[in-house]
C-alpha cells in the first residue's frame, strides 16, 4: 500500500507546477457514426498522447498552448490543429480527412504493444478475426482466440476455452459488459458471438486489472457494434449450413442508432431431408438461432445511453418411433444490459450498467407412460457504476463498485410414471451476492517506468431459502436442514491485488511483469471427458469454498524492421486453489433429492509455462505465429489415490500459425495452421469377468494421452467489384459509379489434408469369448474430416 | 432415465459427424488383481468363482477366458454362528442344478459349460445355505493375501401382480408388466430377472436355458419410496440379430415367463448400479469413466452379493 500511495505522489506531482488544459470528447467514424475504440489522440510536439475506451472517449490534460493534434486508427491518421489554452471538448468524426500514412502509424500506433503496462493482453479487430479461415465459413471469434498462445480449445467439438491452464469456467465472457455463462452452440462447434453485430474483442489472459474480477484465467471482453447512425444498411451472409441478416440505421442522425443481427443454421431442414419419413429416427433434429439488439441515444453532450440484448436457442430433438422414444434438449442464453454514460467534468467519466443473464438448459424424454423432465440454469441480475478519472497523461484512476445477485438452479427434475408422481424432491435454488469494491491506478512514473496497480474487495453472501442434505451412511437417511428466505448461509470474502508493470528499454524493446490475486466465486462441473451444455454452474455455497489464486508473469516485448514486427515472450506461473471435480463414480441422477456439493470433491492445480508471439501487423502479408509451452496439474485428496495428475487439457506444445495475404484489391487469401499435444484421458488398464459380464478397471486419472491434434485450415475471398461503368447522362461518356451493393464471396476448406483427430478414445469389446471371436481393442473417435464450404456475404 | 441424457449426447455426435478406427496406444498402470465373483441366494449354498484381472491388451481367446480362473485358494463362509469352508469344484463336474445356478452366474448355457472346465468353490453343508434376514461373511485367502466382504440376505417384497401387454399397435409382442407396493421408510433395491420356460419348438428345451438381465436390471426406492406404481420390463432374450426392429425386446404372445425379483443389500446395488452403468456407458465421452465400487476389503475386485428373490409367472396374453 505505501508504494501505492508513493506512485500516487509522484503522479499527481506531475501537474503542480503548470498551467493546463484538458482535451476530451468522443471519436467517432464519419460514415457510420460508430464510436471507436482504442483509437489513439496524440501529440507529438509533447509526446504526450492516450486512448479512446470502450465508448470512444477519450480525455488528455496537458501544458496549455496551441498543438498539432493527431487522431489514429485503424492504420490511418488525421490532424487537427487546435488551441489548447483552454479546456476543449472536442469529439471527432474520423475518417474525414484520411492520410495513409502506415509509416507513422506503425511507429506511434504500433508500439503500443511495448509502451502499454498491459501484459497477456491481445486486442483482436474483427477484421483480423474475418481474415482467419473459418468452419463452414461461420466467422468464430471463440475460435479465432484459440489461435493465440496460452488459449486452447477443449477439443474439436468441445464447449469453451482454456487459458494458462484454468478451466473453462475460470474465463469471464463478457458482452458489452453483461456475463455470458455459455458461449457456445453446438457443442462448441460455434460460438455466441455473430461477427457482423461484434465491433471489437479484447482477451486478457495474465495481470487482470482491478476493475475485473470474479474469475481466475481470463477476461474476454466483446464489444457490439452500436449500429449506423448516419443511414440504413443491411448486410449478411448465405452459407452452407447457417445465415445471418444485419439491419442497422439512425433512430435519429447523429443521435441515435440501432442494429439488429440474426442468424439460425439449417442442420435441422438438411437432417430432415436426409432422415426417410418411415425411418425410426425421423423425429431427430438439431439447430439454433441467435439474435443480438442494440440501441443507443445521446442525450446531451455529456450522456448517452446503451441498451444490449443477446438471445440463442439450441434445440435437439431425439425420436425414435419404434420405442415411443421421444426427447427435447434446448438450452441457450439471454441477455440484457443497459447502461448509462456521463460526464460530470471533461476529467470524470462515469458509466452505469445493470445487467441481466439467463442461461437454462432442459432435458425432457418420454417413453410410453413414463416422462421426465430436468432443468439447470441461472440467472443473475447485476448492476455496477464505474469511474475513470484522467488526471493528467501520466495518471488515470479507475474505481467502481459491482454488484450480482446470482440465482442458480443447478438441477431441477420432475418424473412420471402415468398417474405416479415419484419423489423427486424440490428444486434446488441456491441465491446469493456477489460484491466488489476497486479502485486502479495507471501511472507514468516516469518515461520508461510505468505501473497499473489496483487493489479490489471483493464479498460474497450464499442466503436461503436453502435445503441443506447431509449424508447418511450408504442406504441411510439424511439428514435436513431448512434455511429460511434471507437466512445468511455463508459469508466469504477477500483483497485481491493486482499490478502491471513496464519497464521500457532502448531498442523499441520492453519489459513486463504482472501479479494478480483472484477470487471466484462459481465454480463449473463436469462429468464427462468433453464439456457439454449439461455441465452444472454450481455457486459457493456453506459448503463449497470460492476458487482463488493468484498469476504472476513476466515477458519481454519488442518490435523489429520499423515496428512491422512485433514480438514478445512471456513466462507465467498460476496457482488455483478450491477447485473442485465430482468424485469418482457419481452418476448424472445422483444429485438429485440431494445437494450437487455433497457429489464434489476440491482439490488445487498449478499451471507454468512460457508463450512466444511474434506478429506481422501491417502489408499485404499479416498474420502471426504462436507457439506455447506449459504444463497443467491438478491435486486432489480424494482422486487418484491423491497423486497429481495432468488436467485434461493438460498441453505440451501448442504451435498456430496464421496468415493472411492481400494479392489485389479484390482476391484474399487465408491460412491458419494448428498443431497441439493430445488431451489426457482416462482408459481402462484392465479387464475381468464378474457374472455374466465383461467389466473394466480404469486406471490412474488422466493417464492416457491421445495422438497429437494438427490440421490445417485454407480460404479464398473474393470481393465484388466496387465500381460499375455507367454513362453519365449529361455528357453521355462512362463513368465509374460506386456499387451500392458490396458482396464477397468466400471460399474454405478445414482440414486440408484430412487429419483424422481424435475426439475422444475408448476401449470397445466384440465377439464371444466361448466362440473364440472375442475381442478388446481401442477405438478413435474422429469428428470432421476434410470440409470445403462457400459462404456469400453481402452488404447494401 | 437421467443417464438418458449421456446417451442421447453421444447419439447426437454418432448421428451426425464421427466416425471411428481402431488405434494402437500407450495404455499405462496395469495392476493384476484377485477378482472375486460370489452370491449366496435363499435356499442355496453359496457359489464363488474366483480369477485375474488381465492387462487391457492381453489375449481374449477361450484359453485366456478359462484361464483366467484361479484355483488354489481357501474360502471360507461365515454366517456369524458356523464357519464352512467351501470345497473347489469344476464345471464338468456338476449336478444338474448345482450346473443351473452356475449357469445364471456365468451366463453361459449348461449344456456348453458341462464341456468346459471353469473352477470355482461351493459347498453342501446347509448350515451356510442362503436365509432371510442372516449376514454371510465371506474370506479369502489366496497366495498370502486375506479378502473378505459381509452381505446380507434382506427380506423380500413380492409384485403385486404381473401381466403382459401388447405394445401398440403391435398386437403379438408386448413387455412384462407388474405393479409394486414400495415399504415405506426402509431403504429397498430391487433386480429384476426373466427366464422364457415356453418349449422352443426346434430344439425341444425352453427357449432360455437360465435366468436372464436386460439393460439395467436393478434400481432402488430413492424416488419412490412407499409408494405403489406399475412398470415395465422388456425381454433380454428379444435382441437377437435375428429378431426384427419393430419387435426387439418384446416378449411373444403366448410365452410362459418367470420372473425371479430379488432384493439386495445397499452395497450390492451400489456395486451393480455402477456396473450397469459402465457397461451402458462405457466408451461414452460423455459419461465419467465408472471404476465400480467392490464390497470387498483386501485390494480384490468383484462382489459378494446376497439375493432374496421371489418368483412370479406370466403367460403373454392379454
Request: aromatic share 14%; with cysteine; proline share 4%.
Amino acid at each position: 500500500m505505501k508504494i501505492i500511495l508513493l506512485l500516487l505522489i509522484i503522479a499527481f506531482s506531475f501537474n503542480a507546477f503548470t498551467q493546463e488544459s484538458t482535451i476530451s470528447g468522443y471519436l467517432t467514424d464519419a460514415s457510420s457514426g460508430e464510436v471507436l475504440i482504442g483509437a489513439k489522440v496524440y501529440i507529438p510536439s509533447i509526446k504526450k498522447g492516450t486512448i479512446t475506451n470502450n465508448y470512444g472517449f477519450y480525455s488528455l490534460t496537458i501544458p496549455s498552448g496551441v498543438y498539432t493534434v493527431e487522431f489514429r486508427f485503424s492504420g490511418q491518421i488525421e490532424k487537427q490543429k487546435l488551441d489548447l489554452t483552454k479546456d476543449v471538448r472536442f469529439d471527432y468524426e474520423f475518417g474525414q480527412d484520411v492520410q495513409q500514412l502506415e509509416e507513422v502509424v506503425v511507429n506511434a500506433h504500433a508500439e503500443e504493444n511495448i509502451k502499454s503496462t498491459k501484459i497477456g493482453q491481445i486486442d483482436l479487430k474483427i477484421a483480423e478475426i474475418k481474415a482467419i479461415p473459418a468452419f463452414m465459413g461461420e466467422v468464430d471469434i471463440i475460435k479465432a482466440i484459440q489461435f493465440l498462445p496460452g488459449v486452447s480449445s477443449a477439443a474439436e467439438g468441445g464447449q469453451g476455452f482454456y487459458v494458462r491452464g484454468g478451466g473453462p469456467d475460470q474465463n469471464l465472457v463478457l458482452l458489452d459488459e453483461a456475463t455470458v455463462y455459455n458461449a457456445s452452440h453446438l457443442f462448441g462447434f460455434f460460438s455466441v458471438f455473430n461477427s457482423d453485430a461484434v465491433k471489437s474483442v479484447n482477451l486478457i489472459k495474465g495481470g487482470m486489472p482491478a476493475n475485473f474480477g470474479g474469475r481466475m484465467s481470463s477476461v474476454l471482453e466483446v464489444n457490439m457494434n452500436e449500429g449506423n447512425k448516419k443511414r440504413f444498411g443491411v448486410k449478411g451472409g448465405l452459407g452452407a449450413i447457417s445465415s445471418r441478416l444485419t439491419v442497422e440505421g439512425p433512430l435519429k442522425k447523429d443521435k441515435g442508432s440501432f442494429i439488429v443481427s440474426g442468424r439460425r443454421t439449417y442442420i435441422d431442414l438438411l437432417m430432415k431431408a436426409a432422415i426417410p419419413e418411415d425411418s425410426p429416427f425421423s423425429g431427430t433434429s438439431y439447430f439454433f438461432y441467435d439474435l443480438n439488439l442494440k440501441l443507443n441515444y445521446k442525450l446531451s453532450d455529456k450522456d448517452k445511453i446503451f441498451l444490449s440484448s443477446y438471445y440463442g436457442k439450441d434445440l435437439f430433438s431425439f425420436g425414435n418411433k419404434e420405442d415411443d422414444f421421444d426427447v427435447k434438449m434446448p438450452w441457450g442464453n439471454g441477455i440484457v444490459a443497459l447502461r448509462w454514460n456521463h460526464l460530470f467534468s471533461d476529467k470524470l467519466f462515469m458509466n452505469i450498467t445493470g445487467t441481466f443473464t439467463d442461461y437454462t438448459f432442459s432435458f425432457i424424454s418420454s417413453q410410453d407412460q413414463f416422462s421426465f423432465t430436468m432443468k439447470s440454469g441461472i440467472q443473475d441480475w447485476g448492476g455496477k457504476v464505474d469511474f475513470t478519472y484522467f488526471a493528467n497523461p501520466r495518471n488515470k484512476i479507475k474505481y467502481g463498485v459491482q454488484y450480482t445477485h446470482h440465482i442458480f438452479t443447478p438441477i431441477s427434475v420432475s418424473a412420471e410414471s402415468g398417474e405416479t408422481v415419484f419423489d423427486t424432491g424440490v428444486a434446488q435454488k441456491i441465491k446469493s451476492h456477489e460484491t466488489a469494491f476497486y479502485v486502479a491506478d495507471e501511472i507514468d512514473v516516469t518515461d520508461e517506468f510505468k505501473v497499473n496497480a489496483g487493489l479490489r474487495y471483493s464479498m460474497f453472501h450464499h442466503v436461503g431459502p436453502f435445503t441443506r442434505y447431509i449424508p447418511g451412511a450408504v442406504g441411510q437417511q439424511e439428514t435436513i436442514i431448512q434455511y429460511e428466505k434471507g437466512d445468511l448461509i455463508k459469508f466469504y470474502h477477500g483483497l485481491e491485488p493486482r499490478i502491471s508493470m513496464r519497464y521500457a528499454l532502448k531498442n523499441k524493446a520492453s519489459i513486463k511483469a504482472s501479479y494478480a490475486y483472484n477470487y471466484q466465486y462459481v465454480h463449473l462441473t463436469s462429468l464427462s471427458a468433453v464439456s457439454l451444455p449439461t455441465d452444472i454452474w454450481y455457486p459457493t455455497t456453506d459448503k463449497v469454498k470460492p476458487q482463488r489464486g493468484w498469476q504472476a508473469s513476466i515477458g519481454y516485448f519488442m518490435n523489429f524492421l520499423e515496428n512491422k514486427l512485433e514480438s514478445s515472450v512471456e513466462f507465467y506461473y498460476k496457482d488455483m486453489r478450491n477447485l473442485i471435480e465430482f468424485k469418482e463414480g457419481v452418476l448424472p441422477g445422483d444429485n438429485v433429492n440431494d445437494n450437487t456439493d455433497n457429489l464434489l470433491t476440491f482439490g488445487k492445480g498449478w499451471s507454468y509455462g512460457s508463450e512466444f508471439f511474434l506478429k506481422k501487423k501491417t502489408g499485404k502479408l499479416t498474420g502471426w505465429v504462436g507457439y506455447t509451452w506449459s504444463k497443467t496439474e491438478r491435486l486432489f485428496e480424494t482422486l487418484n489415490d491423491g497423486n497429481p495428475f495432468p488436467a485434461k487439457y493438460d498441453r505440451r506444445h501448442d504451435l498456430s500459425i496464421v496468415a493472411n495475404y492481400d494479392l489485389n484489391k479484390r482476391w484474399s487469401f487465408g491460412v491458419a495452421f494448428i498443431y497441439a499435444t493430445g488431451n489426457t484421458l482416462t482408459l481402462p488398464t484392465s479387464w475381468y469377468v464378474q457374472g455374466q459380464d465383461l467389466l473394466y478397471e480404469y486406471g490412474q486419472r488422466n493417464s492416457t494421452r491421445m495422438a497429437p491434434y494438427h490440421r490445417l485450415d485454407i480460404s479464398a475471398t473474393l470481393k465484388g467489384k466496387e465500381f460499375k461503368e455507367e454513362k453519365d447522362p449529361d455528357t453521355g461518356e462512362l463513368i465509374q459509379v460506386k456499387k451500392k451493393l458490396k458482396s464477397s464471396w468466400v471460399f474454405s476448406v478445414y482440414n486440408v489434408y484430412n487429419r483424422a483427430n481424435p475426439y475422444f478414445l475408448y476401449v470397445d469389446n466384440d465377439g464371444d469369448f466361448l466362440s473364440g471371436d472375442f475381442k478388446i481393442s481401442v477405438k478413435q473417435v474422429t469428428l470432421f474430416p476434410i470440409i470445403p464450404s462457400v459462404t456469400w456475404n453481402f452488404e447494401f | 432415465m437421467m443417464k438418458n441424457i449421456v446417451y442421447i449426447g453421444f447419439m447426437l455426435f454418432a448421428f451426425l459427424f464421427s466416425c471411428t478406427k481402431e488405434v494402437k496406444i500407450d495404455i499405462p498402470g496395469h495392476k493384476e488383481k484377485l477378482v472375486i465373483d460370489g452370491q449366496i441366494e435363499t435356499g442355496l449354498p453359496p457359489i464363488v468363482l474366483l480369477s485375474l484381472s488381465r492387462n487391457i491388451y492381453a489375449p481374449t481367446d477361450v484359453n485366456a477366458f478359462l484361464n483366467s480362473f484361479v484355483q488354489g485358494a481357501v474360502v471360507t463362509v461365515s454366517d456369524g454362528n458356523t464357519t464352512v469352508q467351501l470345497d473347489e469344484f469344476c464345471s464338468d463336474n456338476l449336478s444338474p442344478a448345482e450346473l443351473d445356478q452356475l449357469a445364471s452366474i456365468l451366463g453361459i448355457e449348461p449344456a456348453l459349460l458341462s464341456t468346459v472346465s471353469i473352477c470355482g468353490y461351493t459347498t453342501t453343508n446347509p448350515a451356510v445355505f442362503g436365509a432371510v434376514g442372516k449376514s454371510y461373511t465371506l474370506t479369502v485367502n489366496y497366495q498370502g493375501e486375506t479378502y473378505t466382504s459381509t452381505t446380507e440376505i434382506v427380506a423380500p417384497t413380492p409384485l403385486n401382480s404381473i401381466w403382459w401387454k401388447a405394445d401398440a399397435p403391435l398386437t403379438h409382442h408386448g413387455f412384462v408388466w407388474a405393479n409394486l407396493s414400495d415399504p415405506v421408510n426402509q431403504y429397498d433395491a430391487y433386480q429384476w430377472e426373466s427366464r422364457i420356460i415356453s418349449i422352443d419348438t426346434l430344439t425341444g428345451a425352453p427357449k432360455d436355458a437360465f435366468f436372464k438381465k436386460t439393460r439395467g436390471p436393478v434400481f432402488d426406492d430413492e424416488f419412490f419410496d412407499g409408494l405403489t406404481f406399475d412398470f415395465f420390463y422388456d425381454n433380454p432374450s428379444g435382441y437377437g440379430e435375428s429378431v426384427p426392429d419393430s419387435i426387439r425386446g418384446r416378449y411373444v404372445y403366448g410365452d410362459t415367463v418367470v420372473i425371479k425379483f430379488s432384493k439386495m443389500d445397499a452395497k450390492v446395488y451400489e456395486y451393480l448400479e455402477k456396473k450397469y452403468t459402465q457397461l451402458a456407458t462405457g466408451g461414452n465421452p460423455f459419461a465419467t469413466p465408472t471404476n465400480i465400487p467392490t464390497n470387498i476389503e483386501g485390494g480384490a475386485l468383484g462382489l459378494w452379493a446376497g439375493f432374496s428373490p421371489v418368483y412370479d409367472t406370466v403367460i403373454c396374453v392379454p
